[in-house]
């Protein structure tokens, strides 16, 4: 029996190991590690900036932390922009559209 066969008799006596699947649940939770870092770095953003601004806005004048003036500022772009996005979407695809409607009739 040469070397060759040998291997072959022991690869069919062996039974062949299942290929190990991996567990969604297994292995680092990058989610969690990434949220706890952004919530550290927001806690120190807020007790950095903790000192009181002055809002004016037209008629209405009021203080309010720096920190919560930024992040209300921040979310009101978020909000702003996820309720525009869909609408710029649409018309880029409009025009997307009409451009190759006029170039398949050259």
Known sequence: MDENQ??????????????????PGE??????????????????????NAE???VQFLA???QMPMALLVMVTALATVIL???TWPLYRRRRRKHRMAARSAQSED
């Open 6 to 23: 040998h291997h072959e008799v022991d690869d069919l006596l062996e039974p062949e190991q299942p290929k190990r699947v991996k567990d």
């Open 60 to 62: 209405w004048e009021w």
């Open 52 to 54: 009181q601004a002055t």
């Open 27 to 48: 292995g680092v939770p990058w989610g969690v590690i990434l949220l706890l870092i952004w919530a550290v770095a927001l806690i120190i953003f807020s007790v950095q």
């Open 81 to 83: 922009s996820a309720l």
